[in-house]
T-cell receptor, first 111, second 114 residues
């Protein structure tokens, strides 16, 4: 399985943008890039996913490098409720269904 | 709308006891997943159902773990002769179709084996 690398932790000030990086240098052409987050004492929550083009939704934006070896999840204005562990996950469009979460990035948001 | 629900939310079992954890997926969702999350770690895949068929059980850690989804909706994860290393949060997720579509998670069941 293609693997991802994320920083263990990041810190942001409230109401500022946050850029969460993810490296996936062994990504294959059929891998989608998914992001989930997990707030304390809750189950994971889907955030966004993409294949090649940048994606936007109400929660976040996903910027994908042209060579697809890295991506960045962008939270445009961090709030205290965005403090969570963020997971970058590759899913194979041909056969993937199980999520391989890894360790993720723990985001701390300070007022 | 109603999301994925799990019961019980908390379960304490003595070592050697059997436990059954229930998952009610979102109505109409075809796929159902079980994950195990140890303290401080990311969730790890246990097993996957498409309707009533268990298509992958490669993540189940031992033959003490058994999952079923007999009518293609509610699922039960059963752990026989619980051990201390089974202590974890057990998460259930469902998705509307097969393949790499987004998964919706329940709140989990925290199992503590004493």
């Amino acid at each position: 399985d293609a693997k991802t690398t994320q920083p263990n932790s990041m810190e942001s000030n409230e109401e500022e943008p946050v850029h969460l990086p993810c490296n996936h240098s062994t990504i294959s052409g059929t891998d989608y890039i998914h992001w989930y987050r997990q707030l304390p004492s809750q189950g994971p929550e889907y955030v966004i996913h993409g294949l090649t083009s940048n994606v936007n939704n109400r929660m976040a934006s996903l910027a994908i490098a042209e060579d697809r070896k890295s991506s960045t999840l962008i939270l445009h204005r961090a709030t205290l409720r965005d403090a969570a562990v963020y997971y970058c996950i590759l899913m194979d469009s041909n056969s993937g269904y199980a999520l391989n979460f890894g360790k993720g990035t723990s985001l701390l948001v300070t007022p | 709308g109603a999301g994925v629900s799990q019961s019980p939310r908390y379960k304490v079992a003595k070592r050697g006891q059997d436990v059954a954890l229930r998952c009610d997926p979102i109505s109409g969702h075809v796929s159902l997943f079980w994950y195990q999350q140890a303290l401080g770690q990311g969730p790890e895949f246990l097993t996957y159902f498409q309707n009533e068929a268990q298509l992958d059980k490669s993540g189940l850690p031992s033959d003490r773990f058994f999952a079923e989804r007999p009518e293609g909706s509610v699922s039960t994860l059963k752990i026989q002769r619980t051990q201390q290393e089974d202590s974890a949060v057990y998460l259930c997720a469902s998705s509307s179709k097969g393949g790499p579509s987004e998964q919706y998670f329940g709140p989990g069941t925290r199992l503590t084996v004493t």
